[in-house]
């Protein structure tokens, strides 16, 4: 059969989105398996009786090249299962580069009274399009006594304003109630009250709901992960939390699935406190690190190692709290959730790192995922890839971007201007930075040049360097060194400044306000304005060791050498871990961001509705 793409066996194929099998007769069950030659192999089965139609959703990374074989098992009542094969190539039959506007191409074929639809996607299609589409929504269940802090821990991690515990009637809430917040619709909240001694009705629903759960056939209806928060005990109080115990017993036992449950100790503060005060009664000097570790030391003795030894096993714990000074631990339960979900579902643990918004590692983790399962992948291979270097640089910037989740209600993260700035920075080294900072900063200390900016006043800002043309970005897509060092800049550049424009946002949201409980900062929406991305991009464009990025990502590419690569097979190739290496050394940790912002006055000079326009026009290069 002809193909209407190369036959060479080189091409960086389309996606298979879905496989729906239909028939008159009603199915009793399908199974799908999808192997190729280099031994990768995906099963998918389903029990459908009654149903006259089957559909399976493919992994978000499956790209389609020559020798794949997909194969069909199905059967109807009464009759024993009938097995289907159909080879990758009769699928690229049907493909045309290019083609319709929804970027998908829907191959059809008939056996006997059963009909199959393989949906093709472009191999430029975004990558976290297809995760969302498979997974919208990070679904948390939060299980906690009223006044323990759910909302405020919701509110917090999650980068909202408005996320309030549900209750339908006094000391009642709705389990299968979806709260959706709009401030951030990239998660779904079910809110359960805690569990109370001798009280067996509220534990049995909580166990049910997590059992039917479990069974939805949808990634987007599962249930992706638990927080069950205790408050931390006071000082002197007992952990009397029976009914948590025999929750996480039930957990041990298997009998509430393979969903992630992590207990949360809030009002950790309360004990570092009064840790505090027992240093200054025996005239001891008042050490928050002291008293911090005699806190941990606490809670380790009375609260988790009785729960551990309840339960027979180990179980994933953090100590958090909502005052500014615990962002950084606070972080720390979004890492252990991501980590813990990435166990579960690899696609529900993108939307958790997604929708969280105090984790900057864990957006660069959740980034660096999402390339890896597609468009990072083949970089060096000698494969073809349809359309212009700027259009497969466009993706990427939109993968990048929308991992980040940010308060953009104008679009100026996707804006031409911005993908301009972008562009520019690509083939510019850096610029003369005295006309913007005295002192350069490392990239890696992006936050202490941000804070001082922010703490004086909020001047223009101007791009110090000359806005060049681009005319390569519209060139057929060519595997060359050249190209190859292009996307590596472009991918690292983007994704360390939006590391600091995170940081930018993130200091300004959660600053404490004249008038607010100085012991919590009370978060505010501050959208994405020009003169954060300009600052974002200053910072990181006149950084003191950015040229020595520059000159790692050059003799990276000058070694390398291109060979063809099927895309589906185990392990990376160098330059993914290339890429991987160079953004981990620009990686700002959560704890020197925390602790350089903690205790800095802003005056308010960069808050309120006004900005500036972009004013990309080519500078004096002098």
């Not at 039959?93 to 506007?101: A, D, F, I, L, T």
């Not at 105090?358 to 291979?381: C, P």
């Not at 980040?404 to 520019?424: G, I, R, T, V, Y």
């Not at 802003?602 to 990309?616: K, P, Q, T």
């Amino acid at each position: 059969m002809s193909s209407n793409v190369p036959d060479s066996g080189d091409y960086v194929g389309p996606g298979i989105l879905d496989i729906t099998l239909k028939s008159d007769k009603p199915f009793n069950s399908a199974k799908v398996k999808i192997s190729t030659t280099t031994g990768y192999v995906i099963y998918r089965e389903k029990k459908t009786p009654g149903a006259s139609e089957v559909t399976f959703r493919a992994p978000s990374e499956l790209s389609l090249v020559a020798g794949l074989t997909l194969q069909i098992t199905y059967s109807h009542p009464f009759m024993v299962k009938t097995p289907i094969s159909i080879a990758g190539e009769d699928l690229l039959s049907v493909y045309k580069p290019g083609g319709p506007e929804d970027n998908q191409t829907v191959w059809k074929g008939y056996y006997g009274k059963v009909e199959v639809l393989v949906v093709l996607e472009d191999p430029l299609h975004p990558t976290t399009d297809r995760i969302l589409e498979i997974c919208p929504r990070f679904r948390i269940l939060v299980i906690g006594k009223s006044g323990v802090g759910k909302s405020s821990l919701i509110n917090k991690a999650f980068g909202v304003t408005d996320a309030h515990e549900s209750p339908v009637l006094p000391g009642e809430a709705d389990i299968d109630r979806e709260i959706s917040i709009k401030d951030n619709p990239q998660f779904v909240l079910h809110d359960s009250l805690g569990f109370e001694q001798g009280e067996n009705i509220h534990f049995k629903i909580v166990q049910d709901f997590i059992k039917r759960r479990e069974q939805e056939p949808e990634i987007k209806n599962k249930l992706h992960a638990v927080w069950l928060c205790l408050q931390s005990p006071a000082l002197n109080g007992r952990f009397t939390e029976t009914g948590a115990e025999n929750f996480l017993k039930l957990k041990a036992e298997g009998k509430l699935g393979d969903v992630p449950i992590i207990v949360v100790f809030t009002k950790y503060d309360r004990v570092v406190d009064a840790k505090r005060m027992e240093l200054v009664k025996a005239g001891r000097p008042s050490s928050i690190e002291e008293a911090t570790k005699n806190a941990k030391e606490k809670l380790l003795q009375d609260c988790i190692t009785p729960l551990k030894r309840a339960v027979r096993g180990d179980i994933p714990y953090v100590l958090v709290s909502i005052r500014p000074t615990y962002t950084e631990i606070l972080s720390e339960l979004i890492k252990v959730t991501y980590d813990n979900v990435g166990k579960y579902i690899s696609e529900a643990a993108i939307v958790t790192g997604i929708s969280q918004r105090i984790n900057a590692q864990v957006k660069i983790r959740a980034s660096i995922e999402v390339g890896k399962r597609k468009h990072w992948r083949g970089l060096t291979s000698d494969a073809a890839m349809p359309g212009t270097l700027g259009g497969f640089l466009n993706v990427i910037h939109h993968d990048i971007i929308r991992v980040w989740n940010m308060d953009d209600d104008q679009n100026l993260l996707c804006s031409p201007e911005f993908k301009a700035l972008m562009l520019n920075s690509v083939d510019s080294r850096a610029p003369n930075a005295d006309k913007i900072f005295i002192i350069p900063a490392a990239i890696c200390d992006a936050v202490a040049r941000i804070v001082e900016v922010l703490t004086g006043p909020a001047g223009p800002i101007v791009v110090p360097f000359v806005m060049l043309g681009f005319t390569w970005v519209n060139e057929q897509y060519r595997k060359t060194h050249i190209n190859l060092r292009r996307i590596i800049v472009y991918i690292v550049n983007l994704t360390i400044v939006m590391q600091n424009l995170f940081w930018i946002q993130s200091i300004l949201a959660t600053r404490p306000r004249p008038g607010g409980n100085s012991r919590v900062s009370d978060r505010v929406i501050v959208p994405i304005k020009r003169r954060f991305i300009k600052l974002a991009f200053n910072v990181y464009i006149t950084a003191a060791d950015r040229d020595e990025l520059l000159d790692q990502i050059h003799n990276h590419t000058k070694k390398v050498k291109f060979v063809f690569q099927v895309l589906l097979r185990d392990g990376h190739d160098e330059t993914i871990n290339k890429i991987v290496r160079l953004i981990d050394s620009s990686t700002i940790s959560n704890s020197d961001a925390f602790t350089k912002r903690n205790g800095v006055e802003f005056n308010g000079s960069w808050e309120g509705d006004e900005d500036e326009e972009w004013n990309l026009k080519p500078s004096d290069p002098d």
